[in-house]
């Protein structure tokens, strides 16, 4: 009982959830679970939280959500139930979430919602998400325990690129009109091209739209519908044959893997009239003329400095900087191009440190989580806060204590090298932090990592074309580190990584050169004193320790590889020295399954063994380019599929016409335990084996007999026809031989011995075979 007011009266039972705690008591205690809200009177009843948000139901678009849900079933007694909206985005395995950019908008509101649906939009395009939707009231404050959620996982679509918001007129001729514009907010992938649409205004009198995430308006004037298009395959572009003193309407779009985006706002530009070229052309004469003499003087005074500084020169003792000048100076890059400066030729390395990379204060860092190991200590995920600029995410990588001198500058170089680069598919440095303990490099945050493991945690969840999407920004990157002469040397999917728009980029820079020769990695294998990746680096690399972009073509091949197989390991369980044997034999990896055979030709092109045959990089991004231009030229599968009981393809084909004897030739192609078996089947010389027949390999040399017939519809021999059918009796020996030959006369025959183990030791005496008369395969089956 209770009386909540001095007076005359009684005393009241007290509401329901509550109770008195002693006697002539003015309020009554709400029982545990049960609160009152700050503006609810005494006099009233004790409520609780509300349940969770029931059946929860989620339209999913590009990089948009609709949510909907029902009501809870317990509003603990209020009527006052709102609803808070908490999104996070997440790692593709959803290891770790983290809160959503400022930028993602919920309409009506995120918190605070009286009716159960919200529109959410400006998410990541192919990015997990969590959402909770989180049920409160007006004692929910009150409670020590979270608010009751329902979450829902999702994952957005991929997205074709946002709209271009503005564009900016560089120059204007009487015919012509040269443009930029700043690429998509949201890219949401790679921008293969842009598309140009222009028309000529009819009026003179030009409003401009402002672009926003919607797009471009419906058409409102007639010319449009006569406007022309044209492309580019970069953020600037000349329009030509247009008409003097005429206004055009212009409007860009961009477009990925994913298609093309909306169109930015119409924008107006006019082409010069005749008066107009005439007096701009005579306002730049005293310009020309002035920069014309003024180049003359400086043409002369640097010939001049040039002399004085070539004599001083020959008596410098600083030997070092004129190094530093050489690499400047020299190498295969474009007229006026940066090119890479090794960190290592500087006298003091921490020099190049101060002059790559920018220092960077320890207090602007925050380290989050671990979320690897590397050669030098561990990696962390966590922000970096720079004054004026918003938080991002990070990738903290920090040098472990007790580290040596040497240990340090070995781990700094790493910083040095990726300093000096700038393009969206090799890894940003951020800064470094060496003022103080531990000693980081800092650099920007992939949230999918590595791409061996991504791939293979996402198996067969990519389309050909997505998939040629990611090797062509990896050939972006490589073409760019080979113009500044950058050797990798460590090219493989486990050193690349991606983030949320499958963008991906080159990482781990000057590990390789340095691998310390005690490592344990299997993965690296010693040679003339260093470790290498063996079944990335090709032979001339392996053998004379000769690294150059040639061999950084041959390791991208077999990134290839790894990308259309999603993650598997090259050569599978073949070890390092089977490896290499085979590639000095021209044996290489044939094609996964389901790859395009353009695919597969150009990793042959990459694994050609004279380095000066293979494509370089810029070739190999025009081929991909092409690819994704038309990619009805991906829709031919390679027809072996690749499955480690198959032996890898044999690239190498003797030349017949060169041999003088059978022996010779039999030798030339290993085979030279058959010589007394030709030799007594009568081929004793070349042009008796050049008119060998099918049935003539098998029927002279053994005592078999051959049936031309169809293949059968459960044959494996990759649907040849007509297929010879052997019935043998022999040895295994014998039947190897059959198939050799086959092989070295088709050209192309892949063997395939398919019966068990203990049966080979066995020596079966009796079967059958299959062998196509047309580069095809063997099949062998014991009886």
Not at 566 to 587: K, L, T
Not at 647 to 667: G, K, Y
Request: proline share 6%.
């Amino acid at each position: 009982m209770f009386k909540a007011h001095q007076g005359i009266g009684i005393c009241s039972q007290c509401p329901p959830n509550s109770r008195s705690t002693s006697e002539a008591a003015a309020i009554c205690t709400c029982r545990n679970g049960y609160y009152r809200s700050d503006f609810d009177p005494s006099e009233v009843a004790c409520t609780s939280v509300p349940s969770g948000p029931r059946n929860v139901i989620s339209i999913v678009n590009e990089t948009s959500i609709i949510l909907e849900w029902h009501p809870p079933r317990d509003t603990g007694g209020r009527d006052d139930v709102t609803y808070n909206i908490v999104c996070k985005k997440c790692r593709s395995d959803r290891r770790s979430c983290s809160r959503c950019d400022d930028n993602v908008e919920f309409v009506p509101r995120q918190l605070g919602l009286t009716g159960t649906r919200v529109f959410i939009s400006n998410l990541w395009a192919h990015t997990p998400y969590t959402f909770e939707i989180q049920a409160v009231n007006g004692v929910s404050n009150k409670s020590p325990f979270p608010p009751q959620h329902a979450s829902v996982n999702i994952t957005t679509n991929q997205a074709a690129p946002s709209t271009v918001l503005i564009m900016h007129q560089v120059s204007a001729t009487m015919r012509s009109i040269t443009l930029s514009w700043p690429q998509p907010e949201q890219p949401n992938g790679i921008i293969l091209d842009y598309e140009i649409r222009y028309y000529e205004k009819l009026s003179r009198i030009c409003i401009p739209e402002i672009s926003s995430a919607m797009g471009s308006r419906p058409a409102t004037d007639h010319s449009e519908y006569n406007s022309s298009m044209a492309k580019s395959q970069t953020n600037t572009a000349r329009i030509d044959g247009l008409r003097p003193g005429m206004v055009y309407v212009v409007q860009v779009r961009a477009r990925t893997v994913a298609g093309y985006g909306k169109y930015s706002g119409k924008m107006c530009f006019q082409t010069l009239t005749d008066d107009d070229y005439k007096s701009e052309l005579r306002e730049q004469l005293p310009l020309i003329a002035g920069s014309a003499a003024a180049g003359v003087v400086f043409i002369v005074s640097l010939v001049a400095i040039s002399i004085v500084c070539s004599r001083k020169r020959a008596y410098s003792k600083e030997a070092v900087y004129s190094d530093k000048l050489q690499h400047y100076s020299t190498g295969r890059g474009s007229p006026g191009m940066k090119i890479y400066i090794d960190p290592f030729t500087y006298e003091d390395p921490n020099e190049a440190v101060r002059e790559f990379a920018k220092e960077i204060d320890v207090s602007f860092v925050k380290i989050e989580e671990v979320i690897g190991a590397g050669e030098f200590g561990e990696v962390y995920k966590g922000r970096l806060k720079l004054p004026g600029k918003r938080e991002i995410y990070v990738a903290i990588k920090t040098l472990k204590a007790g580290y040596s001198e040497k240990q340090r500058r070995d781990f700094l170089s790493e910083a040095s090298i990726m300093g000096q680069f700038d393009h969206p598919n090799i890894i940003r440095l951020e800064g470094v932090v060496t003022k103080s303990r531990p000693v980081m490099i800092i650099t920007e945050f992939m949230e999918n990592g590595a791409l061996d493991s991504f791939l293979r945690q996402n198996d067969g969840q990519f389309t050909v074309i997505q998939l040629v999407g990611m090797l062509r920004g990896i050939a972006a990157g490589m073409k760019y580190l080979a113009e500044m002469n950058y050797v990798h040397r460590d090219l493989a999917a486990r050193n690349i990584l991606v983030n949320s728009n499958l963008v991906c980029k080159v990482s781990d820079f000057g590990l390789s050169r340095y691998l310390q020769d005690d490592t344990s990695d299997p993965t690296y294998t010693s040679s003339l004193g260093g470790k290498i990746p063996v079944r990335w680096t090709a032979p001339e690399a392996i053998a004379y320790r000769k690294f150059t972009s040639a061999s950084d073509v041959w390791s991208y091949g077999i990134v290839m590889w790894e990308v259309m197989s999603f993650g598997e390991r090259p050569y599978w369980d073949m070890s390092n020295q089977d490896v290499i044997n085979a590639i000095e034999q021209d044996y290489r990896l044939p094609p996964p399954m389901d790859c395009p055979a353009a695919l597969h030709q150009l990793m042959l092109d990459c694994w050609q063994k004279d380095r000066n045959t293979r494509p370089r990089f810029a070739e190999i991004v025009n081929t991909l380019d092409k690819m994704i231009r038309n990619p009805a030229s991906l829709k031919t599968v390679a027809t072996i599929t690749a499955v480690p009981s198959q032996p890898l393809l044999d690239r190498s084909i003797p030349d017949f016409t060169a041999f003088t004897s059978v022996e010779d030739w039999l030798s030339a192609i290993k085979m030279n335990q058959y010589r007394d078996s030709f030799l007594t089947a009568g081929f004793t010389s070349l042009q008796l084996v050049a008119q060998m027949t099918s049935e003539d390999l098998f029927m002279p040399l053994f005592d078999v007999r051959s049936i031309w017939k169809d293949a059968s519809p459960d044959s494996q021999a990759y649907h040849c026809s007509p297929l010879l059918h052997f019935h043998w009796q022999g040895s295994h020996n014998a039947l190897q031989m059959s198939c050799d030959l086959l092989e070295m006369l088709s050209g192309s025959c892949v063997k395939d011995m398919l019966w068990p183990e203990e049966q080979r030791q066995q020596e079966p005496t009796s079967g059958h075979m299959h062998c196509s008369s047309q580069k095809t395969s063997c099949h062998v089956h014991s009886l």
